[in-house]
């Protein structure tokens, strides 16, 4: 093993991590703050049974949050029990994992600002069709 | 951007700041989350700092151009869709990473495929069952896995429409 080589290694991840390290506790604090003042009951109150406006409502909710997934499965599990549609749902899911709102200051300055807003369009996009690619297929097997 | 990580640190800490004036209570529930978020992503932090140091000692630009450059082809997308996959943690963790990959050449749509597969979390999957039930689980995961190349090209694409 070259030790020149894995020095140098060591160094530059190092380094690229202490770059990154302001951005991380940003965004940490960030989704901190936001998880202690929203309240998960009150999502429900966003919804309006609209069969076109609920997924667009439920995807921008899964944006704008952050945070483990299992919270998303919980909030999810409550909002079908509450008679919101499954694209809604299954459009929050999506983007809570595909779409970063809070992390985009961060994800502009390590990958390119173009870069982060093309994608994060796409994937807010991308969450309602693959709500509703997901239920027509639920559909599909179920019958 | 030197600069930019700590003044974006700066600005939070101005929002906690002022959230402190009107309820200092909420500041410090979140100062606790923080603390458990920090305490839970530290094991991670490390695997992404071995990840970073392997990268850097065995891979390097022509190699990774072969396997996930522009014209990585099939093998390229599947290494992105198998990377996202297994990858752990919250998805801030790896921009770091995946900024030394960008610069030693890594296809811009891999990356976009790689951080929507993120979404597809294999050590969730009970869990997700337990709520949606198992067609809505496997549907769910296999249209994700499928969009998330579709997803990638359009990132590309509109990235080429703004440049």
């Known amino acids: 093993m070259n030790t020149t080589k894995l020095k140098e290694s060591v160094q530059k991840a190092g380094k690229g991590l202490w770059n990154s390290f302001p951005y991380l506790i940003g965004v940490i604090l960030l989704i901190s703050l936001l998880s202690v003042s929203i309240s998960e009951s009150s999502f429900t109150l966003l919804f309006k049974g609209n069969l076109i406006l609920d997924p667009l409502i439920g995807d921008i909710l899964g944006s704008i949050l952050a945070g483990n997934p299992i919270t998303s499965y919980i909030v999810g599990g409550e909002l079908l029990n509450e008679g919101i549609s499954l694209v809604a749902v299954t459009a929050f899911l999506v983007s809570w994992g595909t779409v970063g709102i809070i992390q985009l200051p961060a994800e502009s300055i390590l990958l390119g600002k173009k870069f982060a807003i093309s994608r994060n369009f796409t994937a807010f996009i991308f969450s309602i069709i693959v709500a509703i690619l997901t239920v027509t297929g639920v559909n599909y097997f179920d019958n | 951007m030197a600069y930019t990580g700590w003044y974006f640190s700066i600005t939070v800490c101005v929002i906690y700041l002022i959230t402190a004036t009107f309820n200092l209570s909420k ?26 140091v392997v990268t850097n000692y065995f891979v390097n630009p022509k190699t990774l151009t072969k396997y996930m450059g522009k014209n990585s082809g099939i093998k390229g997308w599947i290494i992105a869709i198998i990377a996202g996959i297994i990858s752990t943690g919250p998805i801030y963790m790896w921009y770091p990473l995946l900024n030394d990959l960008q610069k030693q050449g890594m296809r811009t749509g891999l990356i976009a495929t790689f951080l929507y597969n993120r979404a597809v979390k294999i050590p969730l ?15 769910l995961l296999t249209s994700i896995i499928f969009v998330s190349v579709a997803q990638g090209i359009a990132t590309e694409k509109i990235m080429e429409i703004i440049e």
């Open chain 2, 27 to 52: 500041v410090f529930f979140a100062l606790d989350q923080f603390k458990m978020i920090i305490l839970k992503i530290l094991p991670v932090l490390l695997l992404i700092f071995i990840l970073m």
């Open chain 2, 125 to 139: 999957l009970p869990m997700l069952i337990i709520y949606f039930g198992l067609t809505y689980s496997i549907v």
